[in-house]
C-alpha cells in the first residue's frame, strides 16, 4: 500500500508541475494532479472489472493528489528546471507503476502477458492523461525511449514472478530495470526507428500503373 501511495505521490506532482508551466491556478494543479495519479489506474480496475477503482475503495489515493498537488503550487518556483524535474519524477512514477499494474493484474488472475499490457497501461495512461489535458505532446507518443522501459520494467516483474522469486526481488528488478532503461534514454537521447514514408508517385506512374 505504501508503494502504491508512493507512486500516486509521485505522478500526482508531475501532473502539478505541468499545471505550473501552464501558469494555471490551484484548481488546475489539482486537477492535473489527481488526473495523473490515479489515471492509470483507475483505466487499469476498469478493464479489469475491478469496480468501484482503487481510490474510490481507498480514498487516501485522491487525498494524497490533493494535498501533494496544492502543496506543489506553493513549491514549483524551486525546481531551477521544471521541465527536467518532470521528466526525472515521470521516469520513477513510471517504473513504479509498470510494476504495481502488473501486480494487481497478478492478483486479479490474469495470464502473463494481460499482466504485461497492465503494467505499461498503468504506468503511461496517467501521463497521457497529464499531457492532453495540460495542451502537451504525450511522451508516450514522441520517438523517444519511453513505453519500452515500462514494457522491460512489467516483463522482468512478471517473469520472476513466475519463476518464484520473492516479491522484493521481482518488484525491484521491475522498477530498477525500468528506471535505467528510461534514464539512459533521457541521458543519451535514445529513440526507436520511425517510419520513414516514401514520397508519392508522380502523375505519370500512376497512369502507367491504370494500364
Request: charge should be positive; proline fraction near 3%; glycine fraction near 12%.
Amino acid at each position: 500500500m505504501t508503494l502504491d501511495w508512493f507512486g500516486v505521490a509521485i505522478f500526482a506532482v508531475t501532473g502539478a508541475l505541468v499545471a505550473s508551466r501552464k501558469r494555471m491556478d490551484i484548481f488546475g494543479f489539482v486537477l492535473l494532479g489527481a488526473a495523473t495519479g490515479i489515471g492509470g489506474g483507475s483505466l487499469r480496475d476498469l478493464m479489469l472489472g475491478q469496480l468501484p477503482v482503487f481510490w474510490v475503495q481507498q480514498p487516501a489515493s485522491l487525498a494524497i493528489c490533493v494535498v501533494v498537488s496544492a502543496a506543489t503550487f506553493f513549491l514549483a518556483h524551486i525546481p531551477e528546471s521544471r521541465y527536467r524535474a518532470l521528466l526525472w519524477l515521470d521516469a520513477a512514477g513510471l517504473s513504479l507503476f509498470c510494476v504495481i499494474g502488473a501486480d494487481r493484474a497478478l492478483e486479479a488472475g490474469t495470464g502473463g502477458f494481460i499482466a504485461i499490457a497492465m503494467g505499461v497501461m498503468t504506468a503511461t495512461f496517467g501521463g497521457v492523461i497529464r499531457d492532453i489535458l495540460g495542451g502537451e505532446s504525450p511522451l508516450v507518443l514522441r520517438k523517444e525511449v519511453y513505453v519500452t522501459a515500462a514494457l522491460l520494467g512489467a516483463m522482468a516483474y512478471v517473469g520472476l514472478t513466475a519463476l518464484r522469486a520473492p516479491e522484493a526481488v521481482a518488484t525491484g528488478s521491475g522498477f530498477v530495470l525500468c528506471f535505467i532503461v528510461r534514464a539512459l534514454a533521457l541521458h543519451y537521447g535514445w529513440s526507436l526507428p520511425v517510419y520513414r514514408a516514401r514520397s508519392g508517385r508522380t502523375v505519370e506512374e500512376i497512369e502507367k500503373l491504370r494500364k
